[in-house]
């Protein structure tokens, strides 16, 4: 008994369990995977806030107050400018909206800049567009809070995005980085179940991946056996 109670608290301390983050700007489907209850933040870009149309400065900041009024979790919000002056004014005001607000700068030499200041300033960043350890070593270097390494995007170049984590992941423990792995770029259920297994300490996938976690025919074979003879039994 206390062997497993001390074996339990070592996993618990050594591998804390791996956050869900849904990657998307469509309130409806943060809203869905809000309700399975198993959310913990939001990831955006500018990508995904343009294919929910919504544009202009001010409607882009009502949008991320919006996700931070449904979510109460670390929510994305993508910096625009590419310098580190601009990235620094930006990341502030996306900042200001909400205390949930982490900022996200791409992985540029401006970029690491910036994470470098706002790590000083006490601002949580997500340094985005990884696709290598060395640029992970840098980001990890800056204080960056999150990395996001772009697995379905290395898989589309025919590299392996899995191996990716798994590296990053041994460098980080080796290094003690406090810098967590996001997973980004899932295109599958497959992909969330591997990262899981590979290191990442976040996970942000689109919401059909994720609810295709659920799925596996024999549950619904054994779910429609169950009903039939509990009927067959009562009437
Ligand atoms: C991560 O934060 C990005 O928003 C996202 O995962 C990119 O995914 P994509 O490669 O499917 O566009």
Redesign the pocket.
Known sequence: MVERLALALFFTFKFPPCYFFI?TANLDQIQEAKDLGVLDGV???P??MAKEGITGEQNILNHYKAICQIVDGAV?A?VISTDFKGMVEEGKRLADLHENIVV?VPMIKEGIKAISWFTENGIET?C?LVFSAGQAILAAKAGATYL?P?I??ID?SSWDGMELIREIAEIYSIQDYDTLI?A????SSLHIVQAAKSGADVI???LAPIMGLLKHPLTDIGLAQFLADHKKANG
Do not use: W
């Open positions: 990657d990831t955006t870009n990508s995904l994305s993508e996200k997500n985005t996001s772009f379905g995007r589309d996001l980004a770029s899932i295109r942000t996938a689109p």
